[in-house]
T-cell receptor, first 113, second 111 residues
Framework: SAVISQKPSRDICQRGTSLTIQCQVDSQVTMMFWYRQQPGQSLTLIATANQGSEATYESGFVIDKFPISRPNLTFSTLTVSNMSPEDSSIYLC??????????FGQGTRLTVV | EDKVVQSPLSLVVHEGDTVTLNCSYEVTNFRSLLWYKQEKKAPTFLFMLTSSGIEKKSGRLSSILDKKELFSILNITATQTGDSAIYLCAVEPGGADGLTFGKGTHLIIQP
């Protein structure tokens, strides 16, 4: 199984500010995925991050709001920009393992006030 | 668009009971179906199912996939209070796409 270190674990932010979430994987992976889980809802895929190319965003998510970096095969960041209370969610990064399915970071619980 | 429907959305049972959680799906290009347990923030992996009719088992938990009927079940026998969690079902398409999750089943085990 992959070990994924995600931080921060939680944060409380003022509206209008930005927060960058980091994920470090203990091995090289081709793709990393970012998910959002709004309160009481299931996980929704935000984007897929490949090293060396721009992230691919799902419908309803745009790069200006959720810029993603993928500087190497073990690391990625997701920024939640110009935050509003509606952005209060759990954000999760994930990597895929063919034999054992996707593994997740510990998650970031974001509260925007 | 890929779709995953879980039922029931919530379930309250007593310790020792057996529960069956359901997951139906529609996916354009199926690669696998996964079950996760979510207690706090991060889902923890339970099972990955790729072939129809093969039961995956781990202790008191087991799961089976029916690819013809596009359906999976997760069984938990002799439930314990520590089984209380949200159980998520997800489908993984072929290619480079991420997972599509169902809304989850919120399971509460009462002592």
């Amino acid at each position: 199984s992959a070990v994924i270190s995600q931080k921060p674990s939680r944060d409380i932010c003022q509206r209008g500010t930005s927060l960058t979430i980091q994920c470090q994987v203990d091995s090289q992976v081709t793709m990393m995925f970012w998910y959002r889980q709004q309160p009481g809802q299931s996980l929704t895929l935000i984007a897929t991050a490949n090293q060396g190319s721009e992230a691919t965003y799902e419908s309803g998510f745009v790069i200006d709001k959720f810029p993603i970096s993928r500087p190497n095969l073990t690391f990625s960041t997701l920024t939640v920009s110009n935050m509003s209370p509606e952005d209060s969610s759990i954000y999760l990064c994930s990597v895929d393992r063919w034999e054992t399915g996707a593994f997740f970071g510990q998650g970031t619980r974001l509260t925007v006030v | 668009e890929d779709k995953v429907v879980q039922s029931p959305l919530s379930l309250v049972v007593h310790e020792g009971d057996t529960v069956t959680l359901n997951c139906s799906y529609e996916v354009t290009n199926f690669r696998s179906l996964l079950w996760y347990k979510q207690e706090k923030k991060a889902p923890t992996f339970l099972f990955m199912l790729t072939s129809s009719g093969i039961e995956k088992k781990s202790g008191r938990l087991s799961s089976i996939l029916d690819k013809k009927e596009l359906f999976s079940i997760l069984n938990i026998t002799a439930t314990q209070t520590g089984d209380s969690a949200i159980y998520l079902c997800a489908v993984e398409p072929g290619g480079a796409d991420g997972l599509t999750f169902g809304k989850g089943t919120h399971l509460i085990i009462q002592p």
